[in-house]
């Protein structure tokens, strides 16, 4: 036989002939035994809910999304009463932070069309902070986080207020994920 007819016969072969059965419906699979390098641990102390709720926490410089179960969804105000309140107990234990408290005081949120609004309020001047970045990428991570949310625009005094990018350039335009998105990582 021709070799040139070999190397197709051949391919054909290999590619039709892989070994991997395929099943008539869908099959449940089980996950392998963890923990897994990077997870984070469920906290067990927390209930759980119906709802899903994402927060955007810190570690290691990285803005970590988060979802908690509640029993509801939360308004726009409670979930970023949420956030402020930084990570539980088991949150922090695998490492996680916010940059939040001493960096950004924000003073509460509405949403208008897709936007939230957040009023943030002047920073102490005892607060310490530096990583403002972190700060409202958390904020904005969250917030758009929401099917009823894409864009976030802070508020001082009821007039747009000037927000780092995660490249540290200021803007009074809204932001948006992708704004942040070179500090943000699935975890």
Do not use: W
């Not at 036989?1 to 099943?23: K, Q």
């Not at 949420?82 to 005081?105: F, I, K, Q, W, Y």
């Not at 929401?146 to 490249?167: E, H, I, N, Q, S």
Request: proline share 9%; with cysteine.
């Amino acid at each position: 036989m021709n070799r040139r007819r070999l190397v197709p016969l051949a391919l054909a072969v290999l590619l039709t002939g892989c070994g991997i059965p395929t099943d008539d419906s869908p099959r449940t699979v089980q996950p392998p035994r963890g923990p897994f390098r990077g997870s984070v641990p469920a906290d067990t102390t927390a209930p759980a809910g119906r709802a899903a709720e994402t927060l955007c926490l810190v570690h290691d410089n990285r803005i970590i999304p988060v979802v908690r179960r509640v029993d509801r969804s939360p308004t726009i105000e409670e979930q970023l009463r949420h956030l402020l309140s930084g990570p539980t107990g088991a949150e922090r234990d695998s490492g996680l932070t916010s940059a939040l408290p001493g960096a950004v005081n924000a003073a509460g949120a509405t949403v208008t069309g897709t936007r939230a609004l957040v009023e943030v309020d002047e920073p102490a001047d005892d607060g310490g902070r530096s990583d403002e970045v972190l700060a409202f990428g958390q904020i904005v991570c969250t917030l758009t986080s929401r099917d009823d949310v894409t864009t976030v625009a802070f508020l001082r005094d009821r007039k747009a207020l000037g927000v780092p990018r995660a490249d540290g350039s200021l803007s009074t335009e809204p932001r948006t994920r992708a704004d942040y998105a070179p500090l943000i990582s699935e975890r």
